[in-house]
């Protein structure tokens, strides 16, 4: 009975995120690119096959859905996909939101935007390129437990050395 239920729950979180992906007019492609994911990602959530474990992937595509953090979540509870929330009206909110969405992808913006906690960040000088720079946000899974932010920041160690080139005179 219980493996019935799980069925039920992912197939129903399936046919959530395809009624929700296809109301805004979005390909499976459309959306993966929207959620920095692969299209196949995009049609194994939609395949409705039970996961033994939460796929990173949900967290991804509740932005470009409209969904608030946890939604995903919720529709696997019974519940239904809690709305982003409204953006600040206010003129300098709505300026700040609108440069965010002309200088960076859909998926940039909305990693931006992400209420995961944030881990760490970097800005990294190019050598050789006249000033340019690459700048890393770093953010962790909501729900993780101290020794997997830990981990999550070890593996961000690791990743930072290999991204800090020497110059190059």
Not at 97 to 109: A, C, G
Not at 126 to 146: E, I, N
Request: net charge negative.
């Amino acid at each position: 009975m219980t493996e019935d239920r799980t069925k039920l729950q992912w197939g129903r979180l399936a046919a959530t995120i395809r009624a929700a992906r296809e109301a805004l007019g979005l390909s499976q492609a459309a959306l993966g690119e929207q959620a920095g994911v692969s299209e196949g990602t995009i049609q194994n959530l939609e395949s409705g096959k039970p996961k033994s474990r939460m796929p990173q992937s949900l967290s991804k595509v509740e932005p470009p859905l409209g969904w608030a953090s946890g939604s995903a979540v919720a529709v696997l509870k019974g519940g239904e996909p809690a709305p982003l929330p409204a953006r600040d009206t206010s003129a300098g909110a709505s300026a700040g939101q609108d440069e965010l969405s002309r200088k960076f992808p859909l998926r940039v913006v909305a990693e931006l935007k992400s209420d995961d906690p944030l881990l760490d960040s970097a800005v990294i000088e190019l050598p050789g390129v006249g000033g340019a720079r690459m700048t890393v946000v770093v953010h962790g899974q909501p729900d993780a437990t101290p020794e997997e932010i830990q981990e999550a920041l070890l593996a961000w160690r690791r990743a930072e050395r290999k991204l800090r080139l020497p110059d190059d005179d």
